[in-house]
């Protein structure tokens, strides 16, 4: 496959001496791209549409620093197309009429173009409508870049025309070949032990790009002994983590710490919840998805959970951060720990469906207020049975409307402190049917 990319691409422009070293590593040909063997492997999806000398328009959709610019613009070598780049950051809509006007004229002339939109999630809707007329007729193949979920980012209608191709983050070999690519092209060693090299390529998460220029500052100077971990961290600034509040990071991140405490493994979510204090998260918002949490799967199991989070909540707003961080770590482990239930959480979607269906019942007269004599008249409150005056502090009265026969919305589980209550509950049936059947 190889052999194959080399005898179709023709050679791109080599960049300058001093240009940034990530260009300067830039792969020459597709089997050169690391860490996508998926895609440019020898069976990829993307080998295969080079073998057959034709692209379909494709969303390349990944995390930063893993090779989408690259490998839209080494495809239009393997396939002879002319190459337009352009990015939804700088660009409107005399740039696209510009750019759509050229491929339509080099069209004319035998030349197809390959059409590179980068960041295309952030053209709106309007604009990426735009495209539609032109990626249907052929005159552009369209490949757009985004690092957020297209699902969420990109027309319905341009998706149905374009294949979306997922790239992964860059492995800790992939991170490590470009480290050896790097020396190789500097012709010396990076100077750094093997722990801070392991160090430098975990800080990297992922980003071939950012792990380049990290490398090209170490090279950068002179250095008269190789770093350990504890000298790179402070000669380098540490990476932030990649996390945007009101994207889709935020909320993948959120579920998993939710999935977690609902697994009862307090390691994951204690994991989960510094990925996201850590990257910025408000923790009042990652509270009160907790105190949800506490009640949606937790419930009467252990009713202290919902007791943690409001008490961390108070911690937090009398402490603030980040000192009342500890507080909702305290109330994110008591939830991962404890006995689990969602049969509250059940219980309350079938009463308020029942609700809704069942609306204009009226409740059984005889424990109905009588505020009036009318209403004492008409037999409001007639024959209540008040349950303290029973032997058993238990009357075992019928409170369902005449309408509607008695429903089972909650059923405890068994677990935790619903035991008791489940126990609770058959001894009131019991009684129930004993009074009821005149026992």
């Known amino acids: 496959m190889a052999d194959l990319f080399a005898s179709l691409e023709p050679p791109l422009p080599s960049p300058a001496s001093d240009a940034p070293l990530a260009d300067r590593l830039r792969p020459a040909d597709l089997a050169q791209v690391v860490g996508q063997e998926h895609l440019t492997g020898p069976e990829g999806t993307i080998s295969r549409m080079v073998a057959a000398g034709r692209l379909s328009s494709m969303i390349l959709w990944g995390p ?6 690259t490998i839209a613009r080494l495809l239009a070598a393997a396939v002879d197309l002319r190459f337009v780049a352009i990015s939804a950051v700088f660009s409107g809509v005399a740039d696209l009429k510009k750019a759509f006007a050229e491929a339509r004229d080099a069209a004319r002339s035998g030349k197809r173009t390959l059409l590179f939109v980068d960041e295309i999630h952030r053209f709106n809707r309007a604009q990426q409508d735009g495209f539609l007329p032109y990626v249907e007729d052929g005159t552009v193949t369209l490949v757009g870049a985004t690092t ?12 149905s025309r374009a294949q979306v191709l997922i790239l992964r983050r860059l492995d800790e070999a992939a991170l490590a070949e470009l480290i050896a690519r790097a020396e ?3 012709g ?12 430098l390529i975990a800080s990297a998460d992922g980003d071939g790009r950012f792990l380049l220029n990290q490398v090209e500052t170490l090279f950068s100077v002179d250095l008269t002994a190789p770093l350990d971990p504890a000298g790179l961290s402070a000669f380098l600034q540490r990476r932030v983590a990649v996390y945007d509040k009101d994207r889709e990071g935020h909320y993948n991140l959120i579920s998993a710490l939710h999935k977690a405490m609902r697994g009862s493994d307090p390691q994951a979510s204690l994991y989960y919840l510094a990925r996201m204090l850590t990257a910025g998260e408000e923790p009042l918002y990652v509270l009160r998805r907790i105190t949800r949490f506490a009640s949606e ?8 959970a919902l007791q943690q989070c409001l008490a961390a909540k108070d911690t937090y707003e009398f402490l603030g951060s980040p000192e009342g961080e500890l507080a909702i770590v305290q109330a994110c482990l008591y939830c991962a720990t404890a006995p689990k239930s969602n049969a509250a959480y ?19 007269v005889a424990i109905l207020n009588a505020p009036t004599k009318l209403m004492k008249d008409i037999g409001y409150g007639k024959k209540y049975a008040y349950d303290h005056d029973d032997a058993d502090g238990f009357s075992g009265a019928r409170y369902w409307p005449d309408g509607l026969p008695p429903q089972s919305y909650y059923t405890p589980t068994g677990r935790g402190f619903e035991h008791r209550i489940a126990e609770r509950m058959a001894h009131w049936d019991d009684l129930r049917a004993a009074k ?3 026992g």
Do not use: C, H, Y
């Open 64 to 69: 930063p620093g893993t090779g989408k610019t």
């Open 148 to 159: 957020e979920n297209p699902s969420f980012e990109i027309n319905a209608a341009l998706l």
């Open 184 to 186: 190789t092209a500097v």
């Open 188 to 199: 010396r060693a990076l100077p750094l032990d093997q722990a801070a090299r392991d160090a």
């Open 297 to 304: 799967d937790i419930g009467l199991a252990d009713p202290q």
């Open 346 to 364: 059940t219980a309350m979607k079938a009463a308020w469906r029942s609700a809704r269906e069942t609306g204009s019942l009226m409740p059984p």
């Open 436 to 438: 009821n059947s005149g």
